[in-house]
């Protein structure tokens, strides 16, 4: 099987040469793994994103969040809604502005978090451990570029 075919012979065609399919077929291992990994803790890529942010940015705005995981708005609330009936995040009017709430993890939010991060480091250490330091900084560097995100 050369590199431009698949299993069984199937041949990729241009495909194989598109780095954003070979982008997606990482995304979807990473997933996959991902939520391997966090499945017990009923808590999905995104979840475990907005929980990062706001343990990182206490009184971080709805908004703020929204734009920094890039969901709209009621997607938001459904999630938000989720973390907080489980006592994990908290919403509370902004002090400058009471039409802004404001996000704020809770003592079992951070306690949850503190297990989850140890769970997504195995889980990078993982898939990313055999990359030697440099590869995987450059692989940081590129998709960091890509997405058009600053560190």
């Known amino acids: 099987m050369t ?3 698949g299993k069984k012979g199937l041949s990729l065609g241009l495909l194989d040469g598109l780095i954003g399919f070979r982008l997606r077929l990482a995304q979807i291992a990473l997933f996959d793994d991902f939520e391997r990994t966090l499945r017990p803790f009923d808590i999905t890529p ?3 994103g907005a929980l990062v942010l706001i343990e990182a940015n206490p009184g971080l705005s709805q ?27 908290q919403r509370h009017p902004s002090a400058s502005d009471k039409r802004t709430n404001e996000l ?25 451990g055999k990359l030697p330091e ?5 692989l940081m560097r590129l998709l960091t570029a890509v997405s058009g995100r600053k560190k």
């Not at 939010?109 to 993982?126: C, F, I, N, Q, S």
């Not at 440099?134 to 450059?138: I, P, Y």
Request: no cysteine.
């Open 104 to 128: 704020v993890l809770t003592g079992e939010g951070r306690k949850l978090l503190a297990r989850l991060k140890r769970r997504v480091l195995e889980h990078e250490k993982r898939l990313f």
């Open 3 to 5: 590199a431009g075919q």
């Open 134 to 138: 440099a590869e995987r900084l450059e």
């Open 46 to 48: 995104t979840r475990f």
């Open 63 to 89: 908004m703020q969040l929204a734009r920094a995981i890039r969901l709209d708005r009621s997607t938001l609330v459904t999630l938000l809604d989720h973390l907080e009936g489980r006592s994990l995040v």
